[in-house]
């Protein structure tokens, strides 16, 4: 490799000597070689003229001298010596020339041999220098790699000192780390069985206020209904509300997550002093009856003699009053109600008042008006959203009402509702929804016929599993729609005006007007179509029992309506809604006697009706008859629910 360098240096070295001497040497030397090519041309070319003329050597040593010439040859003539004249100065001259070129030519190579040994030396030279670098240059490559050799062993070394370092630096690391996730663990491990107690504290908390409020309702449940619980009940007072007082100051402690065991024990104690005083309070009343029987046994004894005297007497009373009895309806108020109508709904009239009685102390706490916001939104939110979309639909709607009404916890929208937060948060729920159903009639299904059957569905489905619910539902009924009674008041002695049409059904604008006729009409048909679709709706499939109340009270309706007095406008518009919506079902299940109805109506009702209607209600009552006893079917209502639905 290095005498291939060599080589080519030495080369380039010539080169570049060759192309100098070229350019910095005498410029003369090549001009007169250039003269010399072009003399030599000339002369071989007048050479090759006199050769056919010239037939013995003319020039040099070999050529003859002029005495030595043929003495025989013929003086050449004028013309030939003058030619041979010119032709001997031609050759001279040549001659000249080549000498002089002969000269230059020495010259030149004299020159050139002095210039070729000083490119020789200069290339000695610059052959021995170019080895020396190269000699100093393989010097400088070998200490350096010696010293990198000598860095690369330094660094490992120092590198495997700072592996030794760095591995018991990882391992102390690693310790540490160790040591910080077993703290961690540990720690997430208390908070989380923190948690967890927190969680046990307030299920349990929330189970003994769930057993509080169950309680409580079934102590106040005893209290409405039992006559002689009124005797013993002030005993009590105290201890109940010091019960409630502090299950309330305990779930404001829950709310705050400030819980421990203590509150714990503590809600547990009161839950079994509440049923303790449940239990007391059963036992004096049932104390307080076998007293009173007692009591009433030793009259009963000690009058007994006295009662077989007068007991053929009383007989004959009681005899004659019942006679006095049964005729006395019939002749005082057959046109209006019949008085085991009226007795039930003056019956339901004081459920409502006393059941509404139970949550007044709620309505009137300023401090639960969250509580009563958040009742009423869990209440108004599925039943404002209920359709017939589809029976998943109306299952979620039911689903969330049944949880609201059963004391659980209620998502709605953004917050969770449980209705026993409050002892009276079931009595208020249960009541608000009643409501609220019944209201539907009026708000909803008046103006949207079709709505009335989800909302039957709804309800039924609810009226079979809270009985007293259904109560609630019927005196609403009664309350805002006297005619499903049914009864027409009439205007009594002293009654004003206000008075009679508020009892009618109508209502009052704020400056005082009564409801105008066509308004009164469609809100009562709203109210009364709703009705008749909880005649006819079926319980779904989830739920094993009937519709409890069903086709039978409709018809039990249906007969007390026909046999009061008619009025105008109001009977024909819920006869021909009755028809219209119950009709179809009606017929499916009484067959001819549903027919023997329809045909009195038509026959005998109708004619009653005629002398006092002559508005558009009873001419569309009319039609509808005709149609239906001429074609003998009757189309069941639009928007009816398949029994399949849900």
């Not at 025989?72 to 013309?79: I, L, S, T």
Request: net charge neutral.
């Amino acid at each position: 490799m290095d005498s291939s360098r060599d080589d080519s240096t030495i080369e380039d070295i010539f080169l570049y000597n060759n192309s100098s001497y070229t350019r910095k040497g005498d410029v003369s030397i090549s001009e007169h070689l250039a003269d010399f090519e072009r003399m030599r041309i000339s002369a071989l070319t007048k050479a090759a003229v006199m050769s056919p003329h010239v037939k013995y050597v003319t020039i040099g040593p070999n050529s003859p001298l002029k005495k030595e010439l043929p003495e025989a040859v013929e003086p050449p003539k004028k013309e030939t010596i003058k030619e041979a004249t010119l032709i001997e100065d031609k050759v001279r001259q040549d001659l000249r020339y080549t000498l002089i070129m002969k000269e230059y030519e020495a010259k030149l190579q004299e020159a050139s041999e002095t210039i070729f040994k000083g490119l020789i030396g200069r290339m000695v030279e610059n052959h021995t220098e170019v080895q020396e670098r190269c000699r100093r240059k393989l010097a400088e490559e070998c200490r350096s790699k010696i010293l990198e050799m000598r860095k690369l062993q330094l660094l490992r070394e120092m590198q495997a000192n700072d592996n030794c370092f760095i591995l018991e630096k990882a391992r102390e690391d690693q310790q540490k780390n160790e040591m910080l996730n077993r703290q961690r663990l540990e720690s997430m491990n208390r908070v989380l069985e923190e948690q967890n107690r927190a969680t046990a504290r307030f299920a349990a908390i929330t189970d003994s206020h769930t057993k509080i409020c169950i309680c409580y309702n079934e102590i106040t449940t005893t209290l409405n209904t039992d006559p002689y619980s009124k005797h013993i009940f002030n005993k009590y007072v105290p201890l109940i509300n010091s019960v409630v007082t502090n299950i309330c100051a305990i779930m404001d402690l829950c709310s705050s997550d400030q819980t421990s065991d203590k509150e714990v024990k503590q809600a547990e104690v009161l839950s079994v002093n509440l049923a303790n005083i449940k239990t007391k309070i059963i036992q004096d009343i049932n104390a307080l009856k076998q007293e009173e029987i007692n009591t009433r046994n030793k009259e009963e004894a000690l009058k007994q003699q006295e009662l077989e005297r007068n007991k053929a007497e009383e007989q004959k009373a009681a005899e004659l009053a019942r006679k006095a009895a049964a005729e006395q309806p019939k002749k005082a108020v057959p046109m209006f109600f019949s008085s085991k109508n009226y007795n039930y709904y003056e019956e339901l009239g004081i459920f409502l008042e006393q059941y509404e009685g139970q949550y007044k102390e709620l309505l009137e706490n300023a401090n639960l008006k969250k509580f009563r916001f958040d009742c009423q939104k869990a209440v108004n939110t599925p039943v404002n959203a209920l359709s017939s979309v589809s029976g998943m639909h109306i299952r979620d709607k039911y689903d969330k009402l049944s949880k609201l009404l059963k004391g659980e916890k209620v998502q709605v929208l953004d917050i969770y509702v449980t209705a026993t937060q409050h002892p009276h948060g079931l009595a208020y729920c249960t009541a608000l929804l009643a409501k609220k159903i019944v209201r539907q009639g009026d708000l909803l299904v008046s103006s949207n016929p079709e709505a009335a059957f989800p909302l039957a569905a709804l309800t039924v489905a609810l009226w079979a599993q809270f009985p007293d619910f259904g109560k609630l539902i019927e005196a609403y009924f009664h309350k805002l729609c006297p005619y499903l009674v049914p009864m027409f008041l009439p205007q009594r002695e002293g009654q004003t005006d206000k008075e009679f049409y508020l009892s009618r059904g109508y209502t009052y604008s704020e400056e005082g007007a009564v409801e105008k006729q066509d308004k009164f009409l469609k809100r009562m048909s709203g109210i009364f179509r709703l009705r008749c679709a909880i005649w006819i709706a079926t319980t779904p499939k989830f739920i094993n029992a009937p519709n409890p109340h069903g086709l039978q009270h409709g018809w039990r309706w249906l007969a007390s309506f026909i046999n009061l007095r008619p009025e105008p406008d109001i009977c024909a518009t819920l006869l021909n809604d009755f028809f219209s919506v119950c009709g179809s079902q009606f017929n499916k299940h009484y067959g001819k006697q549903f027919l023997k109805v329809l045909k009195l109506v038509n026959s005998q009702y109708m004619v009653v009706l005629q002398n006092i209607d002559e508005g558009g209600p009873k001419t569309r009552l009319e039609v509808f008859l005709q149609n239906i006893l001429s074609t003998g079917l009757i189309p069941p209502p639009t928007g009816l629910l398949n029994p399949n639905t849900w």
